[in-house]
């Protein structure tokens, strides 16, 4: 720690003798460090151990008729802030108690702005803050990213889509790793992009606290330089035809925003990582996002839910015809009832897609709203985001009186700065109503599930729904995720699918869905990914047929007191640990390599704990469905080996006795 600060003093006499424009500010514990500078443009340098990790890159804002960040600006004056606080959090994805410690520069400038850097021992940030009177055009916003050498970068690449601009994406991608520099002008990703040098630390590239602005999408350059891209203001769109309709920009202004003058805009993230591990237990986009809106959460409720949408309703066994019907929905309720789920979705196809209030022909809702009261579960309601749009209020009010207190809205697939400010205006909206809401087709939280915590999840990742039709959503994928677009905020997967498959094996079929690696990997999604409202879309049919296995599948929790990533390596393979109350639970995934582990239970407490292990069979590697549920006893400081299938995992409860 020492040869740390001495560093840092070293680095704040060297950029204080180099230029007076010159300022420097490190890190809490001095490892970090970061140098801006005014030359034509503001730019800015970090450190680490006193290395070069993020070459000089240029920070700026463009806007209409005032005067732009660069022009004729000079640093007028700075102040250092030393923070040190904990945020507790009302839904806590990784952990309770968050330490917020940093230290922060204010730099006011001659023209009527300001930049604040955060400088953690996890990362860097920082942002610009405005003062003019009027509102102002923010023509373009410039964010560079300039790496030492040629690392190479995971990269969700986005595709264009015929009927839409660029900017239209699900943000359902895969995350490609490739050099920085074969990634082309043309070629655009949305964030987070974790960059990988030679040598560590990596670097994660994302954002936080948007409001009333424009996502950040990053550009390639040909070289070792990402460049920051944002999506023009809309102003022309028009509704898509099919069974989804969706609002598609056919015309865009020449600014990125039009905006109150003095505010504060988002943050421009770089999360700094010394080992892979460090990666998926980061919290810095949550600690940067704006203090809850909402001054009592107690009534958002995390949990589990079944969905019915990745299996279309195929349910067998059972004495009447499976669909979308009252029957249907009350199998689902007598399941999470039987195995701990505390609530349903009722996915697409419960209504008209385009008006709430037309109500299939083959549900009644007065009935499947009294059964589930009946047995104690909630419902929750898949919605249309163009529908909400048009019907919020009343919808609200209906979904009040049946009592649902979940939704989700799908097919927004956009974040200009229009599209942000749909989010905000929902989730008030619902927060005024207390339901909690989760977006699909959508930008990754970025900060805004601590502003608003009844988002409590959102999709804007490539996840089981994948296996209906192709074989992307791989093991590989799998444990790239934890490392990648987690960063951002938790995500709805949709774990624990029945059939399991090799890679060989797996084949996409409608109704039958399956999922590439082993049955253990699947239950181990459940601690490793963060969400706190987890949702089974497997088939129940098949899970009441293993009920020891889906009882213990219904008994996780979804929130945490506090996360520890064991071991693991990006793309490769995860081992997370997870404390609730007294109990830990501890998930491994691995991609299609064959592993073996040993977990030291060193970070347990004194005494005995009852540990239930799921593992992958002996013939998993052929039959990946195969695997053993278990009981043991471990103390602390007990060391017990497990062996991986390709594509395998391991998942270990353990209780205070």
């Excluded at 999840?457 to 490392?483: C, I």
Aim: aromatic letters at 14%.
């Amino acid at each position: 720690m020492k040869k740390y600060f001495l560093f840092a003093i070293f680095v704040s006499f060297y950029f204080s003798s180099f230029c007076i424009d010159t300022l420097s500010i490190c890190s809490p514990s001095g490892k970090i460090c970061v140098k801006i500078w005014m030359e034509q443009n503001l730019k800015y340098r970090i450190y680490e151990y006193g290395n070069s990790i993020l070459e000089p890159s240029q920070i700026d804002m463009v806007l209409s008729k005032n005067p732009s960040f660069s022009f004729n600006n000079i640093i007028k004056s700075h102040a250092v802030k030393k923070v040190a606080e904990v945020i507790i959090s009302p839904i806590p994805e990784k952990r309770k108690n968050i330490k917020d410690h940093y230290n922060l520069m204010s730099i006011l400038f001659k023209q009527p702005y300001k930049i604040e850097f955060r400088v953690y021992d996890d990362g860097v940030a920082y942002r610009f803050l405005t003062s003019f009177k009027d509102s102002i055009l923010v023509q373009n916003e410039i964010a560079e990213f300039n790496f030492p050498e040629t690392p190479a970068a995971y990269f969700p690449g986005i595709h264009k889509r015929d009927d839409a601009d660029i900017f239209h994406t699900s943000y359902e991608e895969l995350y490609s790793l490739r050099k920085l520099d074969s990634i082309t002008v043309n070629e655009m990703a949305y964030t987070p992009v974790l960059v990988v040098p030679k040598s560590n630390p990596k670097i994660a590239i994302t954002e936080s606290d948007l409001e009333d602005y424009p996502g950040m999408f990053l550009n390639g350059t040909g070289s070792s330089a990402l460049k920051g891209v944002f999506a023009k203001y809309p102003l022309e769109e028009k509704i898509s035809v099919g069974d989804y309709p969706q609002a598609l920009v056919t015309k865009r202004a020449d600014y990125i925003a039009k905006t109150k003058g003095t505010r504060s805009f988002p943050w421009r993230v770089l999360i700094i990582a010394d080992e892979d591990k460090q990666l998926p237990s980061n919290d810095i986009v949550y600690r940067l996002g704006s203090p809850s809106r909402i001054a009592d959460a107690s009534w958002i409720q995390p949990g589990k839910a079944t969905d019915e949408w990745i299996i279309n309703v195929n349910l067998y066994n059972v004495p009447f015809k499976s669909g979308i019907n009252t029957a249907s929905y009350k199998y689902y309720i007598d399941f999470a009832k039987q195995f701990g789920f505390s609530r349903i979705m009722m996915d697409a196809g419960w209504s008209d897609n385009l008006d709430l209030f037309k109500i299939n022909p083959d549900i009644n809702m007065d009935t499947i709203v009294q059964y589930a009261k009946e047995k104690g579960i909630k419902i929750s309601m898949w919605t249309l985001a163009h529908t909400l749009n048009r019907q919020l209020d009343s919808a609200l009010e209906r979904f009040n009186k049946w009592g649902v207190d979940f939704i989700m809205t799908d097919f927004i697939d956009r974040d200009d700065q229009k599209t942000i400010n749909f989010y905000y205006r929902i989730a008030k909206a619902c927060a005024d109503h207390k339901i909690m809401i989760m977006y699909h087709g959508t930008y990754p939280q970025k900060g805004f599930n601590r502003t608003y915590p009844n988002n409590i999840t959102r999709e804007s990742v490539l996840g089981s729904e994948y296996n209906m039709g192709s074989d992307k959503a791989s093991p590989p994928h799998n444990v790239t995720l934890p490392y990648t677009r987690m960063l951002a905020g938790p995500f709805d997967y949709e774990p624990v699918v029945f059939n399991n498959a090799t890679k060989k094996g797996f084949r996409a079929i409608d109704g039958m869905v399956m999922t590439q690696g082993t049955r253990s990997q699947q239950l181990a999604m459940f601690i490793v990914y963060d969400n706190p409202m987890q949702i089974f879309a497997g088939n129940p049919s098949q899970a009441a047929q293993e009920p020891e296995f889906t009882t213990l599948l219904g008994s996780l929790p979804t929130t945490w007191d506090e996360t520890n990533i064991i071991d693991g390596k990006v793309g490769e393979y995860i081992v997370t640990a997870r404390q609730k109350g007294d109990d830990w639970f501890i998930g491994a995934m691995t991609d299609w390599s064959a592993r073996d582990s040993e977990i030291k239970f060193d970070f347990i407490g004194e005494g005995n704990y009852k540990a239930v292990i799921c593992k992958d069979g002996v013939n998993a590697e052929k039959y990946p469905a195969d695997y053993i549920l278990m009981e043991s006893t471990v103390k602390k400081n007990d060391t017990i080996k497990f062996h991986l299938a390709p594509g395998g995992g391991f998942f270990i409860r353990l209780q205070k006795q």
